[in-house]
């Protein structure tokens, strides 16, 4: 990669590895943040109105949580491509009316385009994991306001935590019946079975 760039940022919390990289035979062109990446400020990064380009291997154990950090910063991302578990590629993916389809898949869908570009068998790494990767592409092309943001990840943690209920019963402390029948929304509809737009509009009709 190194060879087709001028400049890398590289964020890795391993202090062994983040040596290594700084004897690299091409270190000149590293900027190394060793640091939490669900902690540290992509923001500082963006200057002159240059969007991020950001490429990782996304580590299992963190994956759904270093997602929603990604997200925070998507008005300054022009695209991202990660590799992570399948499972959670394909629950990031999934459409509604699937089991797979959740909070995930909404809030990444609300604001990027996605699609999975390959697997990754396990014999590909050593040691071998015990379960198959996929590298995915994210475009960010439409950007929420942050009280729309906020509204929308309260409304998608209330009604996928349950997700077996009516989404009339799962959001009744925000909506009465007749909010969702003027939204065009079946209330008797469950969480899974709404439409990305759906949500975005539930949370519009709250914040605007």
Known sequence: MLSHIDALDVIEIDKDLAENLSIHEQSS???IHCMDALKFDF?????????????????????????????????????????LQKEVADRMCSQPNRKTFGRLSVAIQARCQIKKLFDIKPNSFYPRP????????????????????????????????????????????LFELNDFEKL?????????NLTVDDYINLSRSITD
């Open 29 to 31: 062109k590293l900027h």
């Open 43 to 83: 923001k500082t990064l963006y200057k002159n109105g240059q969007k991020l380009r950001l490429v990782g291997n996304l580590p299992y154990n963190i994956s759904t949580p270093l997602l929603f950090h990604f997200l925070d910063y998507s008005e300054i991302v022009e695209d991202l491509h990660i590799m």
């Open 130 to 173: 015990k379960v198959v990767s996929t590298m995915i592409r994210l475009i960010p092309d439409r950007t929420l306001k942050d009280d729309l943001a906020n509204q929308l990840n309260c409304i998608l943690k209330l009604a996928f935590s349950k997700r077996r209920k009516k989404i009339s019963n799962a959001l009744k402390t």
């Open 184 to 192: 065009g929304i079946d209330p008797v509809k469950r969480p899974e």
